[in-house]
């Protein structure tokens, strides 16, 4: 089970911290990620961080928003800096697992111009 939250509505230039809560240890999945989904468009991969803690992000994004966790916690963070009204999105966590993936419920952000 994973649990979202974190979204809102901030102006452009501002930050935001996103979390996701895992029932159990985020070591069980082999990555944990964010992805978003805008209004007509595909969910596309915001940011990852693998098991060993390789991290990705999508061009967009990178050096504005930063992936991280907690692993007494199991939580895994999203912190978005210097947020662009294009960053307006639900923002759901992933959790992967070989072929499989869990998904949180979606939080929403919105970033005013």
């Known amino acids: 089970q994973l649990q979202a939250s974190g979204g809102g509505l901030v102006q452009a230039g501002g930050s935001l911290r996103l979390s996701c809560a895992a029932s159990?240890?985020?070591?069980?999945?082999?990555?944990m990620g964010w992805y978003r989904q805008a209004p007509g468009k595909q969910r596309e991969l915001v940011a990852i961080?693998?098991?060993?803690?390789?991290?990705y992000y999508v061009d967009s994004v990178r050096g504005r928003f930063t992936i991280s966790r907690d692993n007494v916690k199991n939580i895994v963070y999203l912190q978005m800096n210097s947020l662009k009204p294009e960053d307006t999105a639900v923002y759901y966590c992933?959790?992967?697992?070989?072929?499989?993936?869990?998904w949180g419920q979606g939080t929403q952000l919105t970033v005013s111009s």
């Open positions: 992933n959790a992967a697992l070989g072929g499989a993936s869990s």
């Open positions: 159990g240890s985020i070591f069980s999945f082999n990555s």
């Open positions: 961080i693998t098991r060993g803690g390789s991290i």
